[in-house]
């Protein structure tokens, strides 16, 4: 048993995280979305205020509202938040504790051919940086609208328009063109999670993107022991991220890199005075 729970304990953190954020188990019979102090804090990864089990804040819908507001006042709060957790975490956050990258995990587990990463997905990756200050940033600030969760969110849509529409008869009256496209959009996402893994983490999504600028100097990391090190490549070689070394920007700290290094030299450090 215990080597069980050693073996899963990423997947492990996943589910449990996904129930824990949404775990307002009323809300999805009732179609009625949590108002409770509880919506004040932001989880740490992607999860739709909108979801009707859904307990916390989104940090991504958190942000933009703020920003939409932020000619009346600034949004420290919610930039402290994101501060906070990118510093603490960085990208472990989208490894074990995003319902939107388990949910990619599972999709990329149906049996087909894969798209590899390669030269494209490299290139591909950099559009999430794109999409954070585009869509999250700039459309708050200057049109005041909440581009990212407006037209692509895949959670906001799944969460907040199709699980509480199901329950809500007044929601579902109320979708229309823009949730048409809001779908399809759900439904490129899901198919490319099927061939491509994580795609929506790493072409798309601004909160991934965000995290990733504290990924190298964040209090939890990954970090290779360079005097172990041969500098084979297996690492780079197994990861199914676009990473050019183990702890950059595009590495999500799923640690799984740890099984194939020969030399043990890999570990996941939680004090920032370790060695680099």
Request: positive net charge.
């Amino acid at each position: 048993m215990k080597k069980f729970f050693k073996s899963h304990a990423r997947r492990l953190t996943q589910v449990i995280t996904a129930v824990l954020y949404n775990c307002n188990f009323t809300g999805f019979a009732e179609g009625e979305i949590y108002q409770g102090k509880g919506k004040n804090v932001c989880v740490p990864g992607l999860n739709c205020y909108s979801c009707p089990g859904a307990i916390g804040a989104c940090p991504m819908g958190s942000l933009q509202s703020a920003l939409v507001s932020s000619k009346y006042n600034f949004p420290y709060y919610i930039l402290g938040v994101l501060l906070l957790m990118g510093v603490l975490l960085g990208r472990f956050v989208c490894g074990f504790l995003c319902p939107v990258g388990l949910v990619q995990e599972l999709l990329y587990k149906i049996p087909t051919k894969k798209i590899e990463k390669n030269r494209v997905t490299k290139i591909l990756s950099y559009g999430k940086y794109i999409v954070l200050v585009v869509l999250a940033i700039l459309f708050p600030i200057f049109l005041s609208n909440p581009g990212f969760c407006k037209y692509v969110c895949p959670a906001g849509t799944f969460e907040g328009g199709v699980l509480l529409g199901v329950a809500n008869e007044s929601v579902r009256a109320m979708l229309g063109k823009l949730f048409t496209w809001k779908v399809a959009v759900l439904v490129v996402i899901v198919v490319s999670a099927v061939f491509i893994y994580r795609s929506f983490c790493r072409f798309i999504c601004p909160l991934g993107a965000f995290y990733s600028l504290f990924n190298r100097f964040s209090f939890v990391r990954m970090i290779v022991d360079e005097s172990k090190c041969n500098h084979c490549g297996a690492c780079k070689r197994y990861c199914k991220m676009d990473i050019e070394v183990v702890g950059d920007r595009e590495c999500i700290q799923c640690g799984e890199c740890k099984g194939v290094c020969s030399r043990c030299a890999i570990s996941r450090s939680c004090v920032n005075s370790s060695k680099e």
